[in-house]
């Protein structure tokens, strides 16, 4: 019989600049209040990168704190899987910029552009390529520098206080399986990821986005797209925070149900971590307990392809998340996309 092989996670890590900046900070910046910032978002500060770091030197390090922790030789690394939505380049992605810095061998390297989605993408991709046994051990890497391109203006205010630099990677070992040997499912206590649900609507395109630059812009990027200052990221907040709420709710009730479990078999809830009100409506909606949610979003803002693994590297080192927890992911983010993965840990 052909040797069948399930992924694991094998080790999570995250690095987060030092610059630490607080609301009161951006008071002096924008006209915006602490107040209007931790009621509306949950969020009370974030790093902002203050050194020459791009975003493939965030992600290369938290490789290199992933390398260390699971004592794993770069040379065994045979694929690397990088989500960002501020890569370093228009092209090529900051996949193959990082797998030079970190003097990986000439593995394959690829970018997932997917934004806050990310993580529940790059966990399917891996989880698929390691279940047919050609790659063993996976690294995925989110990672996003938000600041240098922030409107810190009153202009920018709905979007510049959301959002924080950072990085986390996560290792996806592929472990072939025993003779008598299960798949990990939802009813048993094998570790590994047992099932994962993409979803996208391109009707989102427009309202969560940056527009400039870009070839739909003709060329490329032009003066009246820098007086419009088109290239800060812009969002239509309210339209957003529906669309999440709704989303990750259909989408985390789908997986659930089609691995025959209930949102009260869960042991930990990582969302996305876009708004506080957002988690919070996904979990009273679902039933899930708040000792049961993992989010840091106060501490770091929306990292974008960041959070979730920058969630499960500190539940975990929290004494949150331990081995056999049934855990359960969910992204929503620009594209629209979206995504939730059911892991044993
Ligand atoms: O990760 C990708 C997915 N992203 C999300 O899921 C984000 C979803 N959206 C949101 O989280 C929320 O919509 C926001 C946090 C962006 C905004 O919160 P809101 O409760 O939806 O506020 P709003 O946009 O409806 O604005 C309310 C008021 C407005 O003033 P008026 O028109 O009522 O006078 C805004 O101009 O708050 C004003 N405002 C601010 N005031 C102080 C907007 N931003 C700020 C600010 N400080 N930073």
């Known amino acids: 019989m052909t040797q069948q ?38 969020i009370r500060e974030r790093r902002w990168v203050d050194t020459e770091d791009k975003t493939s030197d965030l992600g290369v390090k938290a490789v290199e704190k992933l390398l260390q922790k699971v004592e794993l030789n770069r040379n065994e690394i045979d694929l690397l899987i990088a989500g960002t939505l501020s890569p370093d380049l228009y092209f090529p992605g900051i996949g193959s910029i990082m797998q030079k810095k970190l003097n990986l061998p000439n593995v394959g390297a690829m970018d997932i552009r997917t934004q806050c989605s990310a993580f529940p993408y790059s966990l399917a991709t891996a989880d698929g390529l390691a279940r047919t046994g050609v790659y063993r051990n996976i690294v995925i890497v989110g990672a996003e520098l938000h600041s240098p391109v922030l409107d810190k203006t009153t202009r920018g205010r709905d979007v510049a206080v959301l959002f924080g630099d950072g990085a986390a990677a996560t290792l996806v070992k592929a472990v072939p399986l025993g003779d008598n040997e299960s798949r990990p499912t939802a009813q048993n206590t094998v570790s590994g990821v047992i099932d ?28 009246d797209v820098v007086e419009k200052g088109e290239y800060f990221p812009y969002m239509e907040g309210r339209t957003v925070f529906k669309h999440a709420v709704t989303r990750m709710l259909e989408c985390s009730s789908s997986l659930l149900k089609r691995n025959n479990i209930t949102a009260q078999d869960i042991d930990l809830l990582v969302p996305h971590q876009a708004n506080l009100r957002i988690n919070d409506a996904v979990a009273d909606r679902m039933k899930i307990p708040a000792d049961k949610v993992f989010n840091n979003i106060q501490k770091y803002g929306n990292t974008t392809a960041a959070t979730i693994p920058l969630c499960l590297s500190e539940a975990e080192s929290e004494g949150k998340l331990k081995k056999g927890d049934l855990v359960l992911t969910v992204a929503f983010g620009a594209g629209f996309t979206w995504g939730a993965n059911l892991i044993r840990w």
């Open 196 to 223: 994962t649900l993409l979803g996208s609507d391109g009707n989102g395109a427009g309202i969560l986005t940056i527009k400039s630059p870009g070839l739909a812009t003709p060329g490329f990027v032009n003066h």
């Open 5 to 42: 092989f399930k992924s694991v996670i094998g080790g999570v890590a995250h690095h987060l600049p030092d610059n630490v900046v607080t609301n009161s900070d951006l008071e002096k910046m924008m006209e915006t209040s602490d107040a209007w910032i931790q009621e509306r978002t949950g």
